[in-house]
Structure formats: C-alpha cells, structure tokens
C-alpha cells in the first residue's frame, strides 16, 4: 500500500485532517491508526460538551468510515 491521506473528515470532526502513511503496514495497522487518529480528533471537536459521552462514538464511528473510504482501505477491513 502506498502513503495515503486518511481524510479524517466526518461530520463532527470535519475541520481537520490527518496523513496516515501505509508503507508497509498491513491493512489492520492502517484501520487500527485510522481510529486512534478518529478518537483524538473527535475528542478535540466534541469537548467537555454535557453530551460528550453520546456525541463522540457516533463520531468516531462516521469518521472512520469516511478516512477508510477516502483513503482505499480494502472493502473487508472498511466493512468492520
């Protein structure tokens, strides 16, 4: 696989981004840096808000969805 730029870029968290590189790393190293990164940006977006604890799966879930899309992770580790 080569470098891609895991646009992390779902609803809540869609001001920023980040470059994940792929360059020898198994598609379940990706996914697993993909929502590490999710988690991080998401948390920045949502805050000490009253509803952070129900607003940052929800995020994390459609943001990873899209930088996995975005970035031509294969169809069988995206559909996790």
Same mark, same amino acid.
């Given at each position: 696989?080569?470098?891609?730029?895991?646009?992390?870029?779902?609803? *809540?968290?869609?001001?920023?981004? !980040?470059? !994940?590189?792929?360059?020898?790393?198994?598609?379940?190293? %990706?996914?697993?840096?993909? %929502?590490?990164?999710?988690?991080?940006?998401?948390?920045?977006?949502?805050?000490?808000?009253?509803?952070?604890?129900?607003?940052?799966? *929800?995020? %994390?879930?459609?943001?990873?969805?899209?930088?996995?899309?975005?970035?031509?992770? *294969?169809?069988?580790?995206?559909?996790?």
């Amino acid at each position: 696989m080569a470098a891609v730029a895991a646009l992390l870029a779902a609803a *809540p968290a869609s001001a920023k981004s !980040i470059h !994940i590189s792929t360059a020898g790393k198994s598609s379940d190293e %990706v996914r697993a840096e993909v %929502v590490k990164a999710a988690v991080n940006l998401c948390r920045a977006e949502v805050g000490d808000s009253s509803l952070a604890y129900y607003l940052q799966a *929800p995020c %994390v879930r459609s943001t990873v969805k899209a930088a996995l899309k975005a970035g031509n992770v *294969p169809t069988e580790v995206a559909s996790r």
